[in-house]
Nanobody, 129 residues
Framework: VQLVESGGGSVQAGGSLTLSCIAS????????MGWFRQAPGKEREGVAV??????????KESVRVRGGFTIAQGASKNSVLLQMNGLKPEDTAMFYC??????????????????????WGQGTQVTVS
């Protein structure tokens, strides 16, 4: 399985970006995909996860409270999007696509760092000024 992210870039505060990730070697018939981020000087944290065969979404509570971030399935079950609106400078981070082909309880556990997602992309940088 390989994950390739795209869509990062530099935007002004209040702007929007949509990140995309496509997984090769994965059908999406089970398991989950999602996004993590790592801001400068901070630990990596989960953002959101989507169960690929159902579209069920899960968000880190801090992201849900913040609002403006929406995870969605892409054009196929092996792709995922992260729509980010109202971006703030504190959203500056490297964003990573993740995948767990098993899914189930691992999806929520992985989102909260209790288990490790086995597959990670190279990351795409989001810079908000």
């Amino acid at each position: 399985v390989q994950l390739v992210e795209s869509g990062g870039g530099s935007v002004q505060a209040g702007g929007s970006l949509t990140l995309s990730c496509i997984a090769s070697g994965y059908t999406g018939s089970r398991g989950c995909m999602g996004w993590f981020r790592q801001a400068p000087g901070k630990e990596r944290e989960g953002v959101a996860v989507i169960v690929t065969n159902s579209g069920y979404t899960m968000y880190k509570e801090s992201v849900r409270v913040r609002g403006g971030f929406t995870i969605a399935q892409g054009a196929s079950k092996n792709s995922v999007l992260l729509q980010m609106n109202g971006l703030k400078p504190e959203d500056t981070a490297m964003f990573y696509c993740v995948l767990d082909p098993v899914g189930g309880s691992r999806c929520m556990a992985g989102l909260h760092g209790e288990v490790e997602f086995p597959y990670w992309g190279q990351g795409t940088q989001v810079t908000v000024s």
